[in-house]
């Protein structure tokens, strides 16, 4: 069974773009859910996804948004990038609520 | 706010040698307590679920027991593949699916 795929693995971007990640979940799953993870924060709720309606978001900027599709693949937008968006943006799926969220290995996003 | 604090931040051990790691969590309401295991470059992998005071799980070496205030994760007779990061996560009856992480214990296994 194919578990959560995020790409690009590795993206370098410079001050003031704006990126877009994408992540396809396991089959069958409709929630989704991405993570920051830092070495000063560790890991950073950002959004959840269920059935292409945002259900919680964490407590970052606007500049931060997400986008879910019918097929339940989904992007996340950073505009106006700063350099402490630098960090491992983790993805994450599941069958929905109590049950556990399976991660993709993450996009690697460094500001110049 | 809920929070998750786990301790020791780093833990170094010879091979075969037991020990616990813990979580400790306050959360309004506690849906479920989630272990996972996150090696270098790679993303958290699940390990366990826990519900309710008192249950608890074991995945070959490993055994997750929680209590309403913390979870501890036992490690017997470790190996040095179970050197990793090990992290603890709350997620609230309110709030979805959103996961609150402690910091990890970094796990090191000496053979």
């Known amino acids: 069974k194919a578990g959560v795929t995020q790409t690009p693995r590795y993206l370098i971007k410079t001050r003031g773009q704006q990126v877009t990640l994408s992540c396809s979940p396991i089959?069958?799953?409709?929630?989704v859910s991405w993570y920051q993870q830092t070495p000063g924060q560790g890991l950073q709720f950002l959004f959840e996804?269920?059935?292409?309606?945002?259900?919680n978001k964490g407590n970052f900027p606007g500049r931060f948004s997400g986008r879910q599709f019918s097929n339940s693949r989904s992007e996340m937008n950073v505009s106006t990038l700063e350099l402490g968006d630098s960090a491992l943006y983790l993805c994450?799926?599941?069958?929905?609520?109590?049950?556990?969220?399976?991660f993709g290995d993450g996009t690697r996003l460094s500001i110049l | 706010e809920d929070q998750v604090t786990q301790s020791p931040e780093a833990l170094r051990l010879q091979e075969g040698e037991s020990s616990s790691l813990n979580c400790s969590y306050t959360?309004?309401?506690?849906?479920?307590l989630f272990w996972y295991r996150q090696d270098p470059g790679k993303g958290p992998e699940f390990l366990f679920t826990l519900y309710s005071a008192g249950e608890e799980k074991e995945k070959e070496r490993l055994k997750a027991t929680l209590t309403k205030k913390e979870s501890f994760l036992h490690i017997t007779a470790p190996k040095p593949e179970d050197s990793a990061t090990y992290l603890c996560a709350v997620q609230a009856t309110q709030g979805a699916q959103k996961l609150v992480f402690g910091q990890g214990t970094r796990l090191t296994i000496n053979p």
């Open positions: 089959s069958g799953h409709r929630s």
């Open positions: 994450a799926s599941s069958l929905g609520s109590d049950q556990p969220q399976h």
């Open positions: 996804y269920f059935s292409e309606t945002q259900r």
């Open positions: 959360v309004s309401g506690l849906r479920g």
